[in-house]
């Protein structure tokens, strides 16, 4: 499974960026896919995902603020954030994995494949 990115960026606190990214999967039955994140000198932690089925789950910090989505194939992802805050700052990557649930699906190791990662900065 490979994974491509595209989108991040620059932008003030309260703005808004999208994140997407390409899966290439012959079938994506079964198939979770998520966004992570990764700030300068912290661990990856997990933003949001859609799994298997379909349920999406979001990382507390969300707060409603983000939404994740997934096209009718199913093999693309994405992930809308608006009221960006500087502590939304990092790399953002997209992971896919080969389950369709999982107990702490949040967590990165749960995860099997991973996108090249995108900046986005929040500047305040």
């Known amino acids: 499974v490979q994974l491509e990115q595209s989108g991040g960026g620059s932008v003030q606190t309260g703005g808004s960026l999208k994140l997407s990214c390409t899966a290439s999967?012959?079938?994506?039955?079964?198939?979770?896919l998520a966004w992570f994140r990764q700030a300068p000198g912290k661990g990856r932690e997990g933003v949001a995902l859609?799994?298997?089925?379909?349920?999406?789950i979001y990382a507390d910090f969300v707060r409603g603020r983000f939404t994740i989505s997934r096209d009718n194939s199913r093999t693309s992802l994405s992930l809308q954030m608006n009221s960006l805050e500087p502590g939304d700052t990092g790399l953002y990557y997209c992971?896919?994995?080969?389950?369709?649930?999982?107990?702490?699906?949040?967590?990165?190791?749960?995860?099997?494949?991973w996108g090249q990662g995108a900046q986005v900065t929040v500047s305040s």
């Open positions: 992971a896919a994995a080969l389950w369709a649930s999982t107990p702490d699906p949040l967590l990165a190791t749960k995860w099997h494949y």
């Open positions: 999967l012959r079938t994506a039955n079964h198939i979770s």
């Open positions: 859609l799994d298997g089925v379909g349920n999406p």
